[in-house]
């Protein structure tokens, strides 16, 4: 009987190059091929259908209020994904997570107009609202 495959842990997806195109998906690390010109040109046609009324100019001829990125890897669980277009409302600055029993326990959540102080670097206390760019121009 053959032995099973080593699943790739969060700590060897880390160990990755910086520059490594790859996701960690169910215990596989997957390296990304290199963009196509057709998928460049129509992930930019996205972020700027999406991004001009949600993110860019503060929302001209939207709501506003949302910071909308390209392919930047985002951490589910234990797994590592790199979607196309990604966006977090800009409300939700900044939140806190401490390793417990083995998983993560959110300790703390602020928004902009906060002073926040968390482990391990409540020696210090930041300005919430200084640490992004502004949501208005």
Known sequence: MANAPKRATLEDFLALPGDARAELIEGT??????????HGLAQRGL????????HDEHGRGGPGGWWILTEVDVMIGREVVRPDLVGWRRERVLEAFALEDGGWKRVG??????????????????EVGRLFPPTEG
């Open 109 to 126: 959540g602020w928004r902009a107009g906060d002073r926040a102080r968390s482990q391990p670097f409540d020696a210090i206390e930041l």
């Open 47 to 54: 972020a700027n259908f999406i991004g001009g009324p949600f």
């Open 29 to 38: 690390i997957v390296h990304l091929p290199p963009p196509l010109p057709e």
